[in-house]
Structure formats: C-alpha cells, structure tokens
C-alpha cells in the first residue's frame, strides 16, 4: 500500500491555563532535569479534525485516535525546518474531542485532535511566547504519514475511481479518507493565514505519490522515475481508463445506431451515408439531441387517428370522411 506524507495546517488554541501537577509530571518525563510551574509555558493546539479540507480530504475519526497516540512527544519547530535551533515546544498530551452541536461538511459529527504542549520561559523564546498570546502566531502545520486515501463514495484509493472531490453523488459529498496513520513527524509554526483547523498544505515527501501526483509528473515532462508501487498504482488508473473507453464507444455505437433508425423513418430523403457521415461529427450530447428529436417526430407522424368517430357533428365527420362508417 501507498504511504502519504502530509502536512496538515491546524491553529494554537486558546489562551493558556495553568499547569496542572499532573501535567508538569508528564512534562518533566522529556525534561533532563525537574522543571517548576513558572518554568514552563503551557499552551493548546487544535492539530487536525475529520472536516473535509481546503483539498477535499479528511482524517476519519479512527485516524484521530490513531493520531492521539503518535503525536505524543513530537517536537514544534520552524516553518517545518527540522534543524536543532528551530525546536521550540514539545507536546506532551493528546486527545480526542468532540464539539457539541458542531457537524463537518459531510454531515457527521464533529471531532478534532487538540494537543497540550510546552515550552521553556527562556529570554530565547520570549518573543514568541509573546507572539502567541497577542494572537499574531495562531497557525501551526502538521506532518504526518498515512497509509492510503481512499474515495468517501466507494472506498478505492483515490484517484483510481471515477468519483471527483468536491462532487456530490446522491447527495454525499465525495472526499479522500485519510487512513491509517503510520506516523508523525512534527508540527511547525509557520507564518500562513488561518485557514481550515484541519489545515491546508500537503507535500510529498519522496514516497509514493497519490495519482494526482504521479499525473502531474508525467505532465510536466523529463525524466520520470516511478517506485514499483506507482507503477502498479498507474497501470491499475490506466486499465480503469480503457475500460471505460470501451465502454464509451459501446454507448455510443448503440446511440448512433438508433439515430441512423429513426432517420430512416422521420427523414426518409436523408441517404444512410450521410446521416452517418454527420452522426460522426456530432459528440454525445448532440446525438442525444437528435434521437429525440427524431423520435418527437417519428410520434407525431405516427399518431393513432380515430375510426369510430361517435356522435360527431357532420362538419367534423366530413374531415374524416375516409374513416367514416
């Protein structure tokens, strides 16, 4: 299966509360050494959610949960540049929450991962803890790995179906599921306006790509080397696509075969070879025009005309007087 990286924009929550013992516990697990309460400074970020996004995609309730866990003890950086002087915070709590009342794009109830993290009071880290408590920083991105995306309507991997993001099939809306995370990577404080809690940036990562992706490769030319993965992925989309040429071509021979038909019958002076000659420059629409067309003729032409006229007066009667008895 395909791994995704992503990243994902979420927001810092709201003002900080005070830190619990409970929290400076789990605090001090990552600290060399005991910290105190006016050590630290302790704030909340809404890291992801299970609304669709900017992109059409969502994390499912089960990849929150999944999420909970793997984000635990992950290092906050600077506009994802993973070097040692970037690291800033840490998170060291995650959970699962509902918003009571609140429903996402689809219908469904909503939930989002918020995370507890923490940061030395240091004169290093004095601007930014400024920062966030005036709300000029607010905005945070997360970089994660999941398993596969798959299609909301029919569940395959997205891109080797014929739904489309951001369409609605007997109602639903069509999205990607990510699913099944495998891993997180970090979370950046970046300077983007705020957007979607579930954010809005992805990026690949040097793994395999989604079909989006690899098409976007193939468009832009040059040298293109694919993972055995992609491969697969694209001969799957490929074989998807001349199945449904075939069947295209299947639908429209049946088409023009009804027109050139009912042409014989509405258009008699019309020669077979040219309605075919003209069939063929007309796309499906167009066809469809015509055969209805032909048919309102073909009814019209062929109209049931009464023969027992009953009690009608004799100027009517006269004008069907070859079917009088």
Not at 42 to 51: E, G, H, I, M, T
Request: charged share 25%; aromatic share 6%.
């Amino acid at each position: 299966m395909k791994q995704n990286d992503i990243t994902k924009a979420a927001l810092i929550g709201d003002s900080p509360a005070a830190v619990s013992e409970e929290e400076l516990g789990l605090i001090n697990g990552y600290a060399r050494r005991a910290l105190t309460a006016d050590e630290v400074y302790v704030f909340s970020v809404v890291l992801c959610d299970n609304d669709v996004d900017r992109d059409g995609e969502r994390f499912t309730v089960e990849s929150l949960f999944a999420l909970e866990k793997l984000f635990v003890g992950k290092t906050g950086i600077m506009d994802h540049n993973p070097s040692a002087q970037n690291q800033k915070a840490r998170i060291f709590a995650c959970r699962v929450e509902s918003v009571p009342g609140r429903v996402t794009a689809t219908g469904d109830d909503y939930f989002r991962l918020t995370a507890r993290a923490y940061m030395p009071k240091t004169e290093d880290n004095r601007s930014l803890i400024d920062a966030i408590d005036s709300g000029i920083v607010k905005e945070v991105s997360v970089g994660c790995a999941v398993e596969k995306t798959v299609c909301s309507i029919c569940g395959e991997e997205q891109g080797l179906c014929a739904h489309q993001k951001g369409e609605r099939y007997s109602g639903k809306l069509c999205c990607g599921e990510l699913q099944n995370p495998l891993d997180a990577y970090e979370w950046s404080f970046v300077a983007v306006p705020a957007q979607k809690a579930a954010g809005v940036v992805k990026s690949a990562k040097g793994k395999e790509g989604s079909m989006e992706q690899i098409l976007k490769k193939l468009e832009e030319g040059g040298n293109l080397l694919l993972s055995e993965s992609e491969c697969r992925k694209l001969c799957g989309y490929i074989g998807n696509l001349k199945q449904s040429a075939k069947d295209g071509v299947f639908y429209r021979d049946s088409l023009t075969a009804e027109v050139l038909r009912l042409s014989a019958a509405v258009q008699p002076d019309i020669s077979r070879e040219t309605m075919e000659s003209v069939a063929k420059s007309l796309n499906i629409s167009q066809l469809k025009e015509v055969k209805t067309a032909f048919e309102k003729q073909k009814q019209q032409a062929y109209a049931p005309v009464p023969q027992l006229l009953g009690k009608q007066s004799k100027q009517k009667t006269e004008s069907f007087g070859q079917f009088t008895i």
